[in-house]
């Protein structure tokens, strides 16, 4: 009998890090179908305005799921400055991405962001004090390899864009190693409130100046890149906090199915070889970490009840 509740804590473990895997890639995908978005509206509005819109959808999510949910009450936050360096680090890069989709190609905007999992897998050891086995870290390096072989890097040299979009991940590393830290006493639905209210503030400041006045169907899209970032950010937020870092990070490489898909519905590109390669390479990889947490899932000790 001694047994049982070890085995069902280990079932409960396991659960908890298969939820945290979908909610990224579903999240994953929300955020592929906003990138383009953003894209497409990049030629006529400027990116702070963008960048405001989405707070702004955001933070209405994330509002109202609370109020029609725990209540406004579960908004209150005991770890305010952890919150305001979440949400400044989190700001800058989404501003960073937001400028690179619209400066550079879509597709190489979002191959550039895959060296997140990466940045997260190490700064995982160092600052939450997770276990990385060696499993992990073949996974990871292989679905980077898979990378390399679609971005081909020696074909062409970074500029500006493409720079700003390698800050803009490595900031968003950092911010998805402060959420994991916030889990641990903050709700998804609180921290996403507390980013998207200071990104609605930081990027409104500027918008008396800048503001674009859209027609119907602009303002259509742009609202819609709101509410699509709202919903990847909860989801987001909730695949972090339910398993480590270094078991959902590889499982952003899932990224380059959805933006090639939208790259060849709007656009009309379609994948080369090495890039079909590449992507098969990143999918394999994911397969394999998801098999191995299927059989053996990592405790997760500093979940909240």
Do not use: N
């Not at 906003?34 to 707070?55: D, H, N």
């Amino acid at each position: 009998m001694a047994d049982l509740p070890h085995a069902t804590d280990t079932t409960a473990d396991r659960q908890s890090v298969l939820r945290g895997i979908a909610f990224l890639v579903g999240g994953d995908l929300l955020f592929a179908v906003m990138e383009g978005t953003v894209k497409w509206l990049s030629a006529g509005y400027p990116t702070l305005q963008i960048t405001f819109c989405r707070s702004v959808g955001a933070l209405a999510v994330a509002f109202l799921l609370a109020a029609t949910g725990p209540g406004l009450a579960s908004l209150r936050t005991r770890r305010l400055g952890g919150q305001l360096w979440r949400a400044v680090i989190g700001f800058a890069s989404l501003y960073g991405f937001f400028y690179a989709y619209g400066a550079m190609p879509l597709a190489d905007a979002i191959a550039i962001g895959f060296a997140a999992p990466i940045f997260m897998t190490a700064l995982s050891i160092w600052l939450l004090g997770e276990a990385v086995g060696l499993h992990r870290w073949s996974a990871v390096v292989v679905g980077f390899a898979g990378v390399l072989v679609m971005v081909r890097p020696g074909e062409a040299s970074l500029g500006g864009p493409a720079m700003i979009a390698l800050g803009a991940t490595f900031l968003y590393a950092l911010a998805m190693i402060q959420v994991r830290k916030l889990s641990r006493t903050e709700s998804a639905g609180t921290i996403v409130f507390y980013f998207s209210l200071f990104s609605t503030v930081a990027s409104g400041v500027g918008m008396p100046s800048l503001w674009v006045t859209p027609d119907w169907q602009d303002g259509l899209l742009l609202a819609g890149v709101g509410l699509l970032g709202g919903l990847a950010q909860l989801c987001l937020t909730q695949a972090f906090r339910l398993a480590p870092v270094s078991v959902v990070a590889p499982f952003d490489y899932l990224m380059i199915i959805w933006g090639t898909a939208i790259g060849w519905y709007v656009w009309g590109d379609l994948p080369d070889a090495p890039t079909v390669a590449g992507a098969a390479i990143v999918v394999g990889s994911g397969i394999y970490i998801l098999h191995r947490e299927a059989r053996r899932a990592p405790p997760l000790p500093d979940q909240p009840l």
